[in-house]
Every structure is written in C-alpha cells, then in structure tokens.
C-alpha cells in the first residue's frame, strides 16, 4: 500500500511541519469529520424531513478536492478522519475517497472510519477493509422491522442485518449508535443491548438534537440519558470505564455482558471541555462546532491556488474561532431547533 501523503494532483506538497491546530482554550484538533453528502437513503423522523430539498451536485466538492483538503488537515495534525453524509456510501464513486485517505493511514494518519446507515455496506464491505478501514458506527435505532421503517420511513430493517454480516465477515469492528427516543425505543434498550454485546459490537446510546426543521415535535421525543441510564441500571451492573474512542462518548462497562455502553449526552450534559473535532462538509463549509453556525469557506482558498499555503492560513484563521462548546437550546415557544441546518449537513 502506498503511504505517501504525497502531491494531490498538480498542487504544491502538503509539508508535515505545517502549524498545528490548536484552538483559543488549548485544545488540540486532531479528529476531522467529513461529511461527503447531504443525501441519503433513508428520511429518519428525527432527522430530516420526507421531502427533502438537497444541496445541487455541482455545489459539492469533487472527490479530488475532498481528498486534498483532507490531506491539508492530516498535514496539521489531525490523525482520525471519520467520512460521515447522509450516508456517505451514496455518494457516486466514494470507493476512489476512501482508497485514497486509506493510503495515508499510517503516514500521518492513524485512523480512518465512518458512520453508515448500513443499507449500502453489504456491498462495499470487503473494499472498506481493503481500504484500511477497521473501525465503522452503524446506526440503528430499534430491532423490529416495522418499526424501523416507521422511523426511517424508506429503510430495509434486512439490508441493515446483511450489512452487519458482510462487515464482521470482512473483519470490521462495528458500534452500534441509537438514539434514544421517548415512547419509540427506550422500552427496547436492553434488547438492543444484548443484541450489540452478543454480537460482539460496541453499543452507544445518543440523545436527539435539535438541528433542522423536521415534521416531529422534538420536545415529545426527548429522552434524557440520566433517565435511560438509571432505566438500564434497573436491569444491569454498568461500571464506569475510562475508555475513548476520540469522541464525545463516555463508557460504562455492562458486567452481565462484558461489553460497552456509550452515552453521548449534548443535551444534558455538555461535553465539550475535552472537543478535539471539526466538521467540514460536502461544500468546503468548516463548522468548528457541530451546535454553533459560525463557519469557514475553504473552497474559496481551495480553488484559488495550488499553492497549499492560502489553504493552510484559511484552517488557521478558522480554528481561532473554535467556541468553547455548544449551546443547543430548543426554542419551545415557536418549536424551532437550535440550529436551521439538518444533520446531514455537518454528519453529525
């Protein structure tokens, strides 16, 4: 496998002794998400609405400018990329992205991974190993088949399951995310739960948030993790553990199963003393906070040289406006989230 950071096409090198990021409260980034789509094959309820309105194609970055960008992060330190969408594997010729962010793991890179719905990840399984892919989240928010439809209005509850099968048979480690919604799947944790365990499969449940003009009432679905947690402690013995995986997650160890459970808790308990993340999106669009509007357009410093230097200074100016964390507050007066934009935009 080639491991060569290298040339992108005809522009300058990208230098490894390029600035790190470090934002105004000290923090290190090291972790870019990027979301490679707003599109996807399901229409989640607490996601976005049935008839969505997506970004035109010729708005999105090419693959190639995808990759370039990428490496412009890698170069200034970031080590773990997650490509996330929509689904990312809708994206046409995705496999070309992924081959070329794998051949930097390992030179700069220590890691990548993304979050799937699972729809597309039957087929494209073996390739995202060869890849260097180890590591992928799967979302998946109840086991019965007619309410996964109801929730993700077009989804294949099957194809989900032979996804599963096709990323542990290529030797994949899978975490199961679920959000936690009130009165749709909080009876249906502890199943889910032993499901992922017994599948040998990490489990992380997630509060919903209040991103995007949707067709539900938020407020109705809200399910605090302090509620979920004390629910489940009913059942099981969950034993705090200090392990990370390099987001927002904290760990309990289930001694009936042996396995992890997540919680990721933006509502109830903010998590962002620790944040070393960004999210850029499909457009070039960099979110230095996946609850804040504040961005920065690096396809205009992308597209006006080669020179990777202007590229360089536009992530620097950016990270210098990195909040100190999130304020995601639901307007319940006039049921309006606390962000306009959907969670397909930024990938979560």
């Known amino acids: 496998m080639n491991t060569r950071v290298g040339t992108i096409g ?14 105004p409260f000290g923090r290190a980034v090291t972790y870019l998400r990027v979301s490679v789509t707003d599109r996807c094959d399901f229409r989640c309820t607490y996601c976005m609405a ?9 708005d999105l970055l090419t693959l190639e400018e995808l990759d370039r960008l990428c490496s412009a992060f890698i170069a200034k330190g970031v080590k773990k990329i997650r490509l996330t ?3 990312p594997l809708v994206r046409k010729n995705i496999m070309y992205l992924v081959r070329r962010l794998g051949e930097k793991v390992g030179s700069g890179l220590d890691e990548l991974t993304l979050t799937t719905n699972g729809s597309q990840l039957s087929r494209h399984a073996e390739e995202l190993y060869d890849c260097g892919v180890r590591r992928i989240n799967i979302s998946l928010d109840t086991l019965d088949p007619d309410k996964f439809r109801k ?43 032993r499901f992922a365990h017994g599948r040998g499969m990490d489990l992380t449940v997630i509060e919903t948030m209040p991103m995007g003009e949707i067709e539900e009432d938020r407020t109705d679905q809200y399910l605090p993790l302090s509620e979920l947690r004390a629910d489940l402690e009913r059942r099981f013995t969950l034993v705090d553990i200090d392990y990370q995986t390099g987001g927002p997650a904290r760990y309990v160890r289930v001694a009936e199963t042996g396995g992890r459970l997540g919680f990721i808790t933006p509502m109830t308990h903010n998590f962002c003393e620790s944040c070393n993340r960004v999210r850029l999106t499909c457009t070039g669009t960099l979110y230095m906070c996946l609850g804040q509007n504040d961005a920065a357009d690096l396809r205009a410093a992308l597209r006006a040289t080669e020179d990777n230097a202007l590229l360089h200074a536009a992530i620097d100016e950016a990270i210098t406006r990195k909040p100190k964390g999130h304020d995601f507050i ?11 934009r959907h969670m397909s935009v930024t990938g979560g």
């Open 50 to 58: 049935e008839n969505m309105t997506f970004l035109p194609k010729k």
């Open 10 to 23: 005809n522009a300058a090198p990208l230098t490894a002794n390029a600035h790190p990021m470090i934002d």
């Open 330 to 340: 639901i307007d319940r007066t006039h049921n309006r989230p606390a962000v306009a």
């Open 151 to 193: 929730i993700t209005r077009w989804g294949d509850f099957a194809k989900v399951m032979e996804g599963i099968d096709a990323a542990q048979k290529a030797g994949i480690r899978i975490k199961l995310n679920a959000v936690a919604l009130k009165g749709f799947n909080d009876a249906e944790m502890p199943d889910l739960l």
């Open 85 to 87: 969408g929509g689904e």
